[in-house]
C-alpha cells in the first residue's frame, strides 16, 4: 500500500482470541500421497522392437538389423540374464509417500486478555525409494490481545516458520534432469551387482538412476528457511475527547535462507555374467564439490497516527486521519565453495582443495518514509467525498528527488436515500461514484543516482590476483517517481432485496515517468 499501492494491494488478517475458557484443539493427520498418472519408461523389448521396425523402415539390410525376433522375445521375457528386462522405474519410484501433519491451537481469555496460540508440525516425503529426501515445515503463531488499562489496548503478534528442505541435489521439479536419467535409463543393464559394494552403470551421464535420486549417494542439497516475525500495536483511545484515537504500530520481520549442497562422485561398473568379471565404465557427472550459502533479510517498520471520528448533529459524519510511516531495509548474502575434495566422508568445506576455493558476498539497504492526510466527510450518508494527499520518500532516488506528493478525492451520492426514491421500493441501493487518485511506484534499482564500481572476477598481476572491478553505468540524478494517475466512475445497485445486485466500474490509468533503458 501507500508508496507502492500502484499495482494494488492485499490485505491479510490473522485469527485471534476470544474471551471465555481456554479451549485446546488437536488435529493429526497421515495420509499417503501417489501420482494418478505417470508414463513409464519403455521396457527391453520395446527399445529393441522400435530400433529393429526402424530398421527395417529404412530400407537397411536385413542382415544388419540390430535385433531378431528371438532376441526381442527374450527381452520381453527377461528371464535370461543376458537380455536383462530391468525396470528402471518400478525399482526408483513408489507407489505411494508418506504425509503427516500435527496441529494444536490453545484459545480462550478473560474481558481484558485473549490469547490464541497455533503450533504445526508437516512433513512430506518424496515419491523416490532410495533416500530421495522431505519437505519439514514448523510453524508457530502467537496472538495477545489486552486492554492494558481502560481505553489503552495492546496486541502484540509473533509468527515463525521454519521450513527444511533434503533433497538429491538433482531436484524432482518441472525441467529437473532426474526425469531425464530415469527415462534414458538402459534397460537392458541390471540395476544391482553381485558386489554391493560396487554400483551398476545404468546407461546415464549420472551412473544410475537410483543413486542419482539418492541423498546419501549421489548428494544433496539442505534449503533452511526462517521467517520470524513480531509485531505490535498500541491504541488509545482519548476518553475526554470521543472519537479521538491514538494509535502506535511497530513491525520486525527477518528472513534467512542457508543452503548446503554437497555433489558426490562414485564409479559406475559393468558385471560380465560369464566370466565374472567388473569392468570400470565411468565416474558420475558432477565431481565431490560443496556450496554453502546464507541470505538474509530484514525489514524493520514503524507507524504512527492520529485519527477522528464523529458524528454531528446526527447529519455530519466526519473522519481525519493523520499518519507517518518509515520503513528500514537490510540485506546481506555470503556464498563459499569448494572443489577437489580427496574424500567424501568429510561434507565440510574445508576438507576441499584450496586451489578451487571461491567466495563472494554482498550487503544491501534502502528505505522509505511517509506522510498521509485524509478527510472524509458524508451529510446524512448521501453525499460523500474522501480526500487524501499522501507525500512519500523512497531512498532510491537522489535527495532533491526523493520525495514525491499524490492527492486523491472521491465523491459520493447514495440515490437511493433520497426522499424522491422513496416511491421506488423495489430499489434497496443506488449509489454513484467518482473518484481520482495518484500514486506512486519506486520500482528501480538502488542507488542509480550514483555512478561506481562492483566486483567482477580476478586478474593476475605479476604474482599477485586482484578482483577486477568494471563501471555500473552512468549515474541517472534526475531519477525520481514514476505516477500512476486512475480515474474511476462507477454505479453500485441493489434490487428487491438484493435478488439482483452489482455494480459497474469504469477505469481510466495512465502512467508516467516510467524509467527507460538506453542504448549506446
Not at 25 to 35: E, P, Y
Not at 98 to 122: A, C, D, K, M
Not at 124 to 136: A, M, N
Request: net charge neutral.
Amino acid at each position: 500500500y501507500g508508496a507502492r499501492a500502484g499495482n494494488g494491494v492485499v490485505v491479510i488478517t490473522t485469527k485471534k482470541g476470544m474471551n471465555g475458557r481456554t479451549v485446546i484443539d488437536v488435529n493429526s493427520s497421515f495420509t499417503l500421497q501417489g501420482s494418478t498418472k505417470i508414463h513409464r519408461p519403455q521396457s527391453s523389448g520395446q527399445r529393441a522392437q522400435l530400433l529393429r521396425e526402424s530398421h527395417i523402415n529404412q530400407g537397411l539390410p536385413m542382415e544388419q538389423v540390430p535385433y531378431t525376433e528371438e532376441q526381442i522375445e527374450k527381452y520381453f521375457r527377461g528371464d535370461d540374464p543376458h537380455y536383462l528386462n530391468s525396470d528402471w522405474f518400478k525399482a526408483t519410484i513408489r507407489e505411494y509417500a508418506p504425509q503427516q501433519n500435527h496441529n494444536i491451537v490453545i484459545r480462550g481469555g478473560t474481558e481484558r486478555l485473549q490469547f490464541y496460540n497455533f503450533f504445526s508440525y508437516n512433513k512430506q516425503e518424496t515419491i523416490l525409494k532410495h533416500d530421495g529426501g522431505f519437505y519439514e515445515r514448523f510453524n508457530f503463531q502467537s496472538n495477545i490481545n489486552a486492554e492494558i488499562i481502560n481505553n489503552l489496548h495492546l496486541s502484540v503478534n509473533v509468527n515463525s516458520i521454519w521450513e527444511n528442505r533434503n533433497f538429491s541435489y538433482l531436484g524432482l521439479f518441472g525441467g529437473s534432469n532426474f526425469w531425464d536419467g530415469l527415462y534414458d535409463s538402459d534397460p537392458k543393464l541390471p540395476i544391482s551387482l553381485p558386489d554391493d559394494t560396487k554400483l551398476a552403470y545404468g546407461g546415464i551421464a549420472y551412473g544410475n538412476i537410483i543413486a542419482a535420486g539418492s541423498t546419501k549417494i549421489n548428494g544433496y542439497t539442505k534449503t533452511l528457511d526462517r521467517e520470524n516475525r513480531i509485531n505490535a500495536t498500541l491504541k488509545y483511545d482519548v476518553e475526554r475527547i470521543p472519537g479521538l484515537t491514538l494509535k502506535a504500530f511497530i513491525d520486525m520481520t527477518e528472513n534467512t535462507t542457508r543452503q548446503k549442497e554437497f555433489r558426490k562422485q562414485h564409479k559406475f561398473y559393468r558385471y560380465n555374467i560369464d566370466t565374472g568379471e567388473y569392468t570400470f565404465e565411468k565416474s558420475g557427472q558432477d565431481p565431490t564439490g560443496l556450496t554453502e550459502s546464507y541470505r538474509g533479510n530484514k525489514v524493520f517498520t514503524q507507524q504512527y497516527s492520529v485519527s477522528y471520528e464523529n458524528l454531528l448533529k446526527e447529519k455530519h459524519r466526519i473522519s481525519v486521519l493523520g499518519l507517518f510511516e518509515s520503513i528500514a531495509y537490510r540485506g546481506n548474502d555470503l556464498l563459499g565453495k569448494r572443489g577437489d575434495f580427496i574424500s567424501d566422508a568429510i561434507e565440510q568445506i574445508n576438507a576441499g582443495g584450496i586451489g578451487s576455493s571461491y567466495a563472494s558476498g554482498s550487503a544491501s539497504e534502502m528505505g522509505r518514509a511517509s506522510w498521509v492526510g485524509r478527510f472524509n466527510y458524508a451529510y446524512q450518508d448521501k453525499y460523500l467525498i474522501e480526500t487524501i494527499i499522501r507525500a512519500d520518500a523512497s531512498a532510491k532516488f537522489p535527495p532533491k528527488k526523493r520525495w514525491g506528493y499524490f492527492p486523491s478525492i472521491s465523491i459520493g451520492w447514495v440515490v437511493s436515500e433520497e426522499d424522491f426514491m422513496k416511491n421506488y421500493d423495489k430499489i434497496d441501493h443506488l449509489k454513484l461514484r467518482a473518484s481520482y487518485g495518484a500514486s506512486g511506484n519506486d520500482a528501480v534499482g538502488n542507488f542509480q543516482y550514483l555512478s561506481g564500481y562492483a566486483f567482477d572476477g580476478q586478474y593476475i598481476l605479476g604474482d599477485k590476483t586482484y578482483p577486477g572491478l568494471y563501471m555500473t553505468g552512468l549515474a541517472n540524478p534526475l531519477l525520481t517517481w514514476e505516477k500512476m494517475n486512475i480515474y474511476n466512475v462507477g454505479v453500485d445497485f441493489s434490487y428487491n432485496n438484493r435478488t439482483l445486485y452489482g455494480s459497474f466500474d469504469g477505469f481510466y490509468r495512465l502512467r508516467s515517468g516510467i524509467p527507460g533503458h538506453r542504448s549506446v
